[in-house]
């Protein structure tokens, strides 16, 4: 990554590939989506850098990039939960204090989770980010799952091992065992200020999976619909979601 400081930080079993733009402890950590990795989050981290003037880090989570370890069949059904722990070890690990959080997609969930269990906590701003399993997700997913022959070969352009962090990830979003998956009733001790930003052309949620995650979380969430824009919309409007988040980090001093 080009500017980036790369770093492997050991936590809990896990050896965790990190990328820090900037001097100093993160201020901001970035969490991927499900399928995600340091590299896919693109150009977005060092912009972020550039236009908040604070130092940003960005993670692979176990399995995904180079991180370890590969993930041995689908991930558990409260994996999203044992991330956020994962996040808190990896936190104290680096040494940073309060740092912002910037998630997309299950990253998003990861930090809705941290920060409903953690009260002293940074700005949040949620990318996509599911707080409940709806059929749009599944349905996409499971059409993923039929193309695995077309969809994996894609991933090995970002992970060691593509096929076993997709099967871990896609497995477990349409197991039975997920199908109840539901953090909405934890997300109202979230106190620290929240953007809950979804496009309006979703692949992988209706707009009610952003309007019900901010009012489940209440007063201290926004919510803004993008119009147009897609579940990655850090790639559909880089420099619009940069700016967005640059914004509201300085209102929530």
Do not use: K
């Amino acid at each position: 990554m080009s500017g980036a400081r790369m770093q492997v930080v050991e936590v809990d079993g896990r050896r965790l590939s990190t990328a820090t733009w900037g001097q100093g402890s993160p201020e901001i950590i970035m969490l991927h989506d499900g399928l995600g990795s340091i590299t896919q989050w693109r150009d977005v981290p060092a912009a972020l850098a550039a236009a908040s003037g604070r130092t940003i880090m960005a993670y692979d989570r176990a399995g995904h990039g180079e991180s370890l370890p590969t993930p041995q069949g689908w991930w558990p059904s409260d994996w999203l939960h044992q991330e956020a722990q994962v996040l808190d070890e990896l936190i104290v690990a680096i040494g940073a204090t309060r740092p912002a959080l910037v998630g997309h997609s299950d990253g998003g969930s990861i930090a809705a989770i941290h920060a409903a269990e953690r009260i002293d906590h940074g700005p949040m701003i949620l990318l996509a980010a599911h707080s409940w399993l709806e059929p749009a997700a599944v349905a996409e997913i499971a059409g993923m799952r039929a193309r695995a022959g077309d969809v994996v070969p894609r991933l090995s352009r970002f992970h060691s091992n593509p096929a076993e962090v997709f099967d871990a990830w896609s497995g477990v979003w349409t197991s039975e065992e997920f199908a109840s998956w539901d953090i909405r009733p934890m997300l109202h001790t979230v106190s620290c200020p929240t953007l809950v930003l979804q496009g309006t052309a979703d692949e992988f949620a209706t707009p009610e999976q952003a309007t019900l995650t901010a009012s489940a979380i209440g007063g201290n969430a926004e919510c803004r619909m993008l119009d147009g824009l897609r579940h990655l919309l850090h790639h559909d409007a880089p420099e619009f979601v940069v700016e967005t988040i640059v914004d509201f980090l300085e209102t929530s001093r």
